[in-house]
């Protein structure tokens, strides 16, 4: 390490402190990753305290990271549909099931919608495209599965045919 570090070379240990599974990986996270992660990372980003020029630092190379291994998926000639922004908007907000209902339609027929992984409209991407194999379900499974209010899970459930 020594030698490395007399010839330039800066060693950046993993950052156990971010919300981030993993700030050097290599791969796309599993759907099971992002459940099990998503609030940690979403609160992480809106406490103003976590603004050290370190956090940060780690933070883009995270995404970097997972942009290569975005640009190295659809390398393999996918179409690509990104929905980024709308972190305000609620689940209870008519866009949020048109977003949904579009997503789903886009997945079904072979588009891969990606998003920024954020709340709001990101959210309603991936929902919609988790939810393109799916014909008729049960409100309660939806319900679970994003925890809306009933309201909107009986208006997601009757466009399901």
């Known amino acids: 390490m020594r030698v490395l ?3 330039g070379a800066v060693s950046v240990p993993q950052a156990s402190h971010l919300p981030f599974l993993k700030v050097f990986r290599n ?26 020029p370190l956090s940060h630092m780690y933070q883009s190379l995270h995404d970097y990271n997972i942009l290569e291994a975005l640009r190295a998926y659809v390398a393999e000639k996918r179409f690509v549909v990104g929905v980024m922004g709308g972190h305000a908007m609620k689940r209870a907000d ?12 886009l997945a079904r027929n072979g588009f891969v919608v990606s998003s920024g992984g954020g709340p ?25 599965v994003v925890s809306i209010s009933s309201l909107f899970a009986d208006c997601w459930c009757s466009h399901m045919t």
């Not at 996270?29 to 609030?39: F, P, T, V």
């Open 5 to 7: 570090r007399e010839r």
């Open 27 to 52: 791969s796309m996270y599993l759907i099971s990753e992002l459940q099990a992660n998503d609030i940690a990372i979403y609160n992480w980003q809106k406490d103003k305290t976590n603004s050290d």
């Open 120 to 144: 709001g409209a990101m959210e309603a991407a991936n929902f919609g495209a988790y939810m393109a194999k799916c014909t008729l379900f049960d409100c309660s499974s939806v319900r679970s």
């Open 94 to 105: 008519p866009a949020f099931k048109q977003i949904a209902l579009i997503a789903r339609e």
